[in-house]
């Protein structure tokens, strides 16, 4: 019984330490209201169902600890499907995830979409990311770095090649 007991808390340790938290996602509108009242940045994933990155991201980019933690503590998080039959509100006019994917000269899936707390464009980072070059990304970000520097010239800071 003690050997079991053990091995127990040996895992439930090994567990907890190595997952990923859950991410809170919002919808749009509430999620721009929400960075609104926080004060945070907000990251817009737009994604649409058949698109196999998208779905990476979710498994892979988004489920990383460093990540996850990360995000969970700086930035509003939004999901937008691209091709949702929904209306939004941005910018004083209602349109659709489509629509708005278009109005940001988004032309591919995924694509993490950043903007100021006040809903104000900043950067779109097309494509796949990986956990690792993601988490520069997002204190690049959250830091207003691309005020002041490129991005080249922040991961040169860092040491990062």
């Known amino acids: 019984m003690k050997k079991i007991f053990i091995v127990f808390v040996i895992l439930v340790t090994f567990f907890s330490t190595g997952m990923a938290k859950d991410l809170s996602w ?4 509430a999620g721009i209201a929400e960075a609104k009242k926080s004060g945070k940045m907000i990251l817009i994933d737009v994604y649409t ?3 196999k990155w998208c779905k990476t991201m979710d498994t ?4 990383d600890k ?15 499907n691209a091709e949702a039959n929904e209306r939004i509100f ?3 006019k209602k349109m659709s995830p489509g629509e708005f994917a278009q109005s940001m000269r988004i032309d591919g899936y995924p694509a993490t979409l950043f903007m100021k707390k006040n809903g104000e464009p900043i950067t779109i980072l097309p494509g796949f990311s990986e956990p690792k ?4 990304v997002l204190g ?8 002041k520097k490129s991005f080249d010239q922040y991961l ?6």
């Open 26 to 29: 919002k919808k749009f509108d």
């Open 90 to 92: 941005y910018a004083g």
């Open 156 to 161: 040169a800071e860092k040491g990062v090649k």
């Open 133 to 136: 070059m993601f988490i520069h």
């Open 140 to 147: 690049f970000i959250n830091g207003s770095h691309f005020e």
């Open 60 to 63: 892979v980019t988004y489920k």
């Open 49 to 51: 169902d058949w698109c």
């Open 66 to 80: 460093k990540v996850s933690e990360y995000l969970s503590k700086n930035f509003v998080l939004i999901k937008l």
